[in-house]
């Protein structure tokens, strides 16, 4: 069975910081590219940063300078370091697995900025 397993999600204070932590199962991890992706509420859910397999990142422009994605292959584990956080980053925080023609999805934790 695949699973993908967020955590670390909460309510934080503008200007904090949060690491949300994904763990994978049922799948060769490190053949996937892992994605985190948000939603807010009546909005479109939109991609935060992507790794490859390779551990090349690719990040939103709303989040550069800000967040930091990574991965640890011998854990299968891939992680969304979030520093410098604003109001407008609440949203449910997917994980997203890419592997051969397969698309797996976290069921989201919640994250919320306080001002």
């Known amino acids: 069975q695949v699973q993908l397993v967020e955590s670390g999600g909460g309510l934080v204070q503008a200007g904090g910081s949060l690491r949300l932590s994904c763990a994978a199962s049922?799948?060769?991890?490190?053949?996937?590219?892992m994605a985190w992706y948000r939603q807010a509420p009546g909005k479109q859910r939109e991609l935060v940063a992507t790794?490859?397999?390779?551990?090349?990142?690719y990040y939103a422009d709303f989040v550069k300078g800000r967040f930091a994605i990574s991965r640890d292959n011998t854990k299968n584990m891939v992680y969304l370091q979030m520093n410098s956080l604003k109001p407008e980053d609440t949203a449910v925080y997917y994980c997203?697995?890419?592997?051969?023609?397969?698309?797996?999805w976290g069921q989201g934790t919640q994250v919320t900025v306080s001002s």
């Open positions: 790794i490859t397999p390779g551990s090349r990142n």
């Open positions: 997203n697995a890419q592997v051969f023609q397969y698309t797996y």
């Open positions: 049922g799948f060769i991890f490190s053949s996937a590219t």
